[in-house]
Nanobody
Framework: QVQLVESGGGSVQAGESLRLACEES????????RSWYRQAPGDRRALVAT???????DYPASMAGRFTISRDRNKNILYLQMDNLKPEDTAQYFC??????????????WGQGTHVTVSS
């Protein structure tokens, strides 16, 4: 079993920075990627950043490029560095791990989320 626990959320003003952390416990042999998602009230959960197994980072084109995903393997923590935050970044942020399940399909493990509020 794998458990993900997010932390680092809080309230900041526009232009400030935050670094979110996701502590991972357990092991997944067939892990494919680690990601950060966010979800604002009434909206669908949206992808923010992905770190693939080989170390490649990817960010959706819709993102402003203000976020950086990284991982400290020694501490087993996935980070999301968020700079120049804007009010529209206000959301619940979740970390995610994808892996191949017993049926051959991709399975997901989610954390419970950490909330970020950005005021103008």
């Amino acid at each position: 079993q794998v458990q993900l626990v997010e932390s680092g959320g809080g309230s900041v003003q526009a232009g400030e920075s935050l670094r979110l952390a996701c502590e991972e416990s357990g092991e997944i042999s067939s892990l494919t990627s680690r990601s950060w998602y966010r979800q604002a009230p009434g909206d669908r959960r949206a992808l923010v950043a992905t770190l693939f197994r080989g170390g490649k980072a990817d960010y959706p084109a819709s993102m402003a490029g203000r976020f950086t995903i990284s991982r400290d393997r020694n501490k087993n923590i996935l980070y999301l560095q968020m700079d120049n935050l804007k009010p529209e970044d206000t959301a619940q942020y979740f970390c995610n791990v994808k892996f191949f399940g017993p049926d051959g399909g991709v399975s997901n493990v989610w954390g419970q989320g950490t909330h970020v509020t950005v005021s103008s």
